[in-house]
């Protein structure tokens, strides 16, 4: 029996383990189940040494996401075709709800094979790097406006029992407690409450 010309294999990917089925470009192949591998390198090497004596194209198929970068990364530097594939793309039968890594993986390889995917591109190492900077400062903008929300009434309870304000703040004349002066070592803390 000859070889087939193209073998699609469909990886579900997590962080622990990848799940791995395959079939081959031949009408009427079956679809095959590998088993899990683990999600080292050395474990991706070994996969890619056994295939090719299959067919001698290789097309990885996964599932679009963070547990996936690395793994299109590693595939495409080795010269090898990998497709990331949108989840929410993903053709899927009505009520058919109940998934396993193992039936995840042997529908990617199914489908790559019919051409029924949705391609997506995989983000560069510069753009993954700037989309985790972006968030950091999202977050950090978050925190610092659910603290400054969060001690609001804490404050406005603080001015109304003292007559020396928030903080140890003082009156500037005349007992007003609208405006008040913070001590030096509060200020920091305002500010940092202040920022939009």
Do not use: N
């Not at 495409?76 to 995840?104: E, F, H, I, N, S």
């Not at 753009?127 to 978050?142: G, I, N, P, V, Y």
């Not at 603290?147 to 001015?159: E, L, M, R, V, W």
Request: glycine share 8%.
């Amino acid at each position: 029996m000859s070889p087939s010309r193209t073998l699609f294999i469909g990886m579900d990917v997590h962080k622990e383990t990848l799940a791995v089925a395959y079939v081959a470009q031949a009408h009427g192949a079956a679809v095959t189940s590998r088993g899990p591998i683990g999600t080292r390198q050395c474990d991706s090497d070994q996969l890619v040494r056994k295939m090719p004596s299959k067919a001698k194209h290789l097309l990885f198929v996964y599932e679009a996401g963070p547990c996936g970068y690395w793994l299109y990364r590693y595939l495409t530097q080795k010269d090898y075709a990998c497709w990331g594939v949108a989840p929410a793309l993903m053709p899927q039968k009505p009520g058919d709800r109940g998934t396993t890594d193992r039936r995840d993986a042997l529908q990617l390889a199914r489908l790559a094979r019919s051409g029924a995917l949705t391609v997506v591109d995989g983000p560069t190492v510069d753009a993954e790097a700037m989309r985790a900077r972006t968030r950091a400062r999202e977050d950090a903008l978050s925190d610092c406006q659910d603290a400054k929300f969060a001690s609001q009434p804490a404050c406005s309870d603080t001015i109304a029992a003292t007559p020396a304000g928030p903080l140890g703040a003082r009156p500037i004349s005349g007992g007003s407690r609208r405006f008040s002066v913070l001590p030096r070592r509060s200020q920091a803390w305002a500010k940092k409450l202040s920022v939009r």
